[in-house]
């Protein structure tokens, strides 16, 4: 169908606060990356899912954030007290497992105050 | 520790000229590089992907990879504006979990 959607695109919120971020991977697809870009850098990877696979949670910066896949589509990461350097935009990713052409969402532009 | 480096630029071409944009990692165990493109304010795109050592064409963009010598490349022939942005390179370890790691991409200008 579609391809990867991510909501909201744009979130402001206020230093301490949790938000949640969700994406809904291209239907089918059965890897579901986080990764995270701040203004000028690279991409930063945070966790992946492979089917029903105990999710690779290496990337995740602290213990503030945390991702879930439910039902292996839809995923949500969560940060928790947010802080002024959780301020990125987070790029959710999907591909068929073992191709490894990644897909990306449009990406959810977070702003912590 | 996987490293992919680039230069970060920006690289400056004039319309209808080749960009060349590297990059060169760090782990032997690569198997697997791509490059991705990313307007400014989008997401990454794949533009190309390459597996074995040599070169790789599609239409105006060529990959070539070069194991022994760790590196990856982009050419991009006859450049047109609607090229400027950034090219982000990405590799992927054998045996590992699929994973890419990415470089922090080069950021190209192609000038009328």
């Known amino acids: 169908g579609a391809g990867v959607s991510q909501s909201p695109s744009n979130k402001v919120t206020e230093k301490g606060k949790d938000v949640e971020l969700r994406c809904d991977p291209i239907?089918?697809?059965?890897?579901l990356y986080w990764y995270r870009q701040s203004l000028g850098q690279g991409l930063e990877f945070l966790i992946y899912?492979?089917?029903?696979?105990?999710?690779?949670k290496s990337g995740l910066p602290s213990d503030r954030f945390s991702a879930e896949r439910t039902g292996g589509s839809v995923s949500t990461l969560t940060i928790q007290r947010t802080q002024q350097e959780d301020s990125a935009v987070y790029l959710c990713?999907?591909?068929?497992?073992?191709?490894?052409?990644?897909?990306f969402g449009p990406g959810t532009r977070l702003l912590v105050l | 520790q996987k490293e992919v480096e680039q230069n970060s630029g920006p690289l400056s071409v004039p319309e209808g000229a080749i960009a060349s944009l590297n990059c060169t990692y760090s782990d032997r165990g690569s198997q697997s590089f791509f490059w991705y493109r990313q307007y400014s304010g989008k997401s990454p795109e794949l533009i190309m992907s390459?597996?074995?050592?040599g070169d790789k064409e599609d239409g105006r963009f060529t990959a070539q990879l070069n194991k022994a010598s760790q590196y990856v490349s982009l050419l991009i022939r006859d450049s047109q504006p609607s090229d400027s942005a950034t090219y982000l390179c990405a590799v992927i370890v054998s045996g590992g979990s699929y994973i890419p790691t990415f470089g922090r991409g080069t950021s190209l200008i192609v000038h009328p």
């Open positions: 390459i597996y074995s050592n």
């Open positions: 990713a999907s591909n068929l497992r073992f191709v490894e052409t990644q897909y």
């Open positions: 239907s089918g697809h059965t890897a």
């Open positions: 899912f492979q089917g029903n696979s105990a999710p690779d």
